[in-house]
């Protein structure tokens, strides 16, 4: 059994139940500054080892790794901590929001030998499950071309969202891209467009209200463009990806809930398009945790929809940390390649500031 502590129970709590029912896993500890709120979630699941402290969880030679889902500020400094107090890390995204961080993670795990994994959803999603079984088996031909679009309006959400930087928060339109053909980004061109509230511009220090980038995969012909804006602009909430193959295409819906639309070369062109039910994944996974791809509403044991978001990801997320632990492997994406995932957006929102200018990726997240 591995033993799990998870840090952050707001996003995080919806990962408890699932690590409850894992054949592999035991949830020893969780852990939020807030006591009361902590009592209550410890209550609600049955959970004794409840830690208001950061540094007394890592003092506990019990927990195996933790599983940080604490605000996006507190993502690189609780790793590093984790690490170097001997623990493996699984962590929300973004893996940390400046390239020193990012380095700092991966020599930590280089020279420890400890496992790390950035907790991306989105290369969990059945989508994208379903793009790389079609890619894998050929079905989409040679991949010519790929784009992803993650609009948000952040008004609302907690503060801190004011002080971040669109492309800070870009994995969920990097990852789709990058582990769909395992590429790595080598370099990135991106444009600041439009501009947000003066106060926002202030708090964070970028002044655009849309962030709009083109990178180039190592070692392929295959650029592709992503884009993100947090503020200030109209349009439902979407994490899309598309990708664009010389025998078949995949197009996100416009609008939450509508289906997909794969396109097929060759046909008489009203056929060429046609709307996909995107399968359920969960056969990949131990029949204990398969339930949590889909939603589960538990009024008697919980006071929140379990599962199902993020494209019925949450299990697989677990179940590959747990089993790469258990199995002694690299998780995927494991340091380097969350560390490159995270660092294209990071290079981007340099090349904003700097009119578009080309800026490579640093030479640690290529190898
Ligand atoms: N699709 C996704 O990948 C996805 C979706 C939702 C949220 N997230 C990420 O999850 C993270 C949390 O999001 P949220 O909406 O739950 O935020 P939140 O602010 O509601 O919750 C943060 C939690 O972290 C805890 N925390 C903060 N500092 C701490 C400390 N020093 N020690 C112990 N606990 C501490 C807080 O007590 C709280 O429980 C964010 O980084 C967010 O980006 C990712």
Request: proline share 6%.
């Amino acid at each position: 059994m591995v033993n799990v502590a998870i840090v952050g129970l707001g996003f995080g709590a919806e990962f408890i139940p699932i690590y409850q029912h894992h054949p592999d896993a035991n949830i020893h500890a969780i852990c939020r500054r807030d006591e009361t709120e902590l009592k209550r979630a410890g209550d609600a699941f049955g959970i004794e080892k409840l830690y208001t402290s950061y540094d007394d969880l890592l003092a506990d030679d019990a927990v195996d790794f933790v599983h940080i889902n604490s605000p996006i500020p507190d993502h690189a400094w609780m790793s590093i901590k984790a690490l170097e107090a001997g623990k493996h890390v699984m962590c929300t995204v973004p893996m940390a929001t400046t390239i020193e961080e990012c380095e700092q993670i991966c020599d930590l795990v280089a020279r420890t030998g400890l496992r790390y994994m950035m907790a991306e959803t989105v290369v969990y999603s059945r989508e994208f499950l379903y793009l790389k079984e079609l890619h894998t088996k050929g079905e989409l031909g040679k991949i010519q071309y790929m784009q992803a679009s993650h609009p948000q309006d952040m008004d609302g959400w907690p503060e801190y969202w004011e002080r971040m930087i669109p492309m800070h928060y870009a994995t969920h339109v990097v990852s789709p891209i990058l582990g769909l053909v395992d590429g790595r980004a080598e370099y990135v061109s991106c444009f600041g467009s439009g501009m947000i509230r003066n106060e926002l511009a202030a708090k964070s220090g970028n002044p655009f209200a849309v962030e709009s980038c083109h990178l180039k995969i190592k070692d392929t012909d295959i650029a592709a463009h992503l884009w993100r804006f947090l503020f200030d602009t109209a349009r439902q909430y979407r994490e899309s990806f598309d990708v664009y193959g010389s025998k078949k295409s995949f197009e996100w819906s416009l609008v939450e809930g509508e289906e997909h639309v794969l396109h097929t070369a060759k046909k008489p062109e009203p056929d060429i398009p046609s709307r996909v039910s995107v399968p359920d994944y969960a056969h990949l996974l131990p029949k204990e945790i398969r339930q949590f791809t889909q939603t589960i509403e538990d009024p008697d044991h919980l006071s929140f929809v379990q599962g199902g978001g993020h494209g019925g990801s949450h299990p697989h997320l677990v179940n590959e940390f747990v089993s790469a632990v258990r199995d002694d492997r690299e998780p995927w994406p494991n340091a380097v390649t969350s560390a490159n995932w995270t660092c294209v957006g990071i290079c981007a929102h340099q090349s904003t500031m700097n009119g578009g200018q080309i800026v490579p990726l640093p030479e640690f997240t290529l190898r």
